[in-house]
Each structure stands twice: as structure tokens, then as C-alpha cells.
């Protein structure tokens, strides 16, 4: 079993920045692959990047890419989303989630992961 806690989500202007983090329990966080989705209102949740168990592999949406990087600290057991750039349609509720050796295009499934965290809300005024 894993767990999963969201943080840094907040309210930012347009054009600025935030780090998400996901801080995941357990001893083997580094076999799971770690992904970030995110659900506007009214909208389907969509996979925004994803890193692969080893580190190897990272996916990132067309509308996030260049702006938004993931990367993983494996002593810290923690994963995070670096967002900048931001823009009114980047808010939404972003979730972390883990999928156990995962890598490849399986990294934009939402369908792969079988663990999430309870989500945190990012809001772009414009």
C-alpha cells in the first residue's frame, strides 16, 4: 500500500509559478513510476507529465510541455511538478499518482496507476 499527500497547490497570477509536491510512504517508492493528472471543472481528468520507475522515461501533455517539468528525489521519496508559465487554463485539481514499475507509453494512462493522493487545487487568475 502506498499513500500519497499533494502539496504546494495555491492561487497564482498568470505567467508565474508553482512547485507541486507529492510525498508517497513505504520503502519501495522507487520502483514506482509517478504521474500527474489534474480534472478542471467539468472537464475529464488528462494525465499533464509522468515519470517512469527508474527515472528513465518522463511524459509530458502537449499543452504542459516546456512550461511544466517532473522530476523525483528517491531519498525523499517524493515527486514534484515544477509549473511555470502558468495559464487560466492550467487550473485544475492535480493529483498525484503511482504505478508500480511503470515506464513507456503506459506513463499517460490513468488506467495504470493504482494509487493516488486526494488532490490539490491550482488556481491562474488572469
Known amino acids: 500500500q502506498v499513500q500519497l499527500v499533494e502539496s504546494g497547490g495555491g492561487l497564482v497570477q498568470a505567467g508565474g509559478s508553482l512547485r507541486l509536491s507529492c510525498a508517497a510512504s513505504?520503502?519501495?517508492?522507487?520502483?514506482?513510476?509517478m504521474g500527474w493528472f489534474r480534472q478542471a471543472p467539468g472537464k475529464d481528468r488528462e494525465s499533464v507529465a509522468a515519470?517512469?520507475?527508474?527515472?528513465?522515461?518522463?511524459y509530458y501533455a502537449d499543452s504542459v510541455r516546456g512550461r511544466f517539468t517532473i522530476s523525483r528525489d528517491n531519498a525523499k521519496n517524493t515527486v514534484y511538478l515544477q509549473m511555470n508559465s502558468l495559464k487560466p487554463e492550467d487550473t485544475a485539481v492535480y493529483y498525484c499518482?503511482?504505478?508500480?514499475w511503470g515506464s513507456g507509453y503506459g506513463l499517460r494512462l490513468s488506467n495504470k496507476y493504482d494509487y493516488w493522493g486526494q488532490g490539490t487545487q491550482v488556481t491562474v487568475s488572469s
Open positions: 499518482a503511482a504505478d508500480q
Open positions: 515519470i517512469s520507475w527508474n527515472g528513465d522515461n518522463t
Open positions: 513505504g520503502r519501495t517508492f522507487g520502483t514506482y513510476a
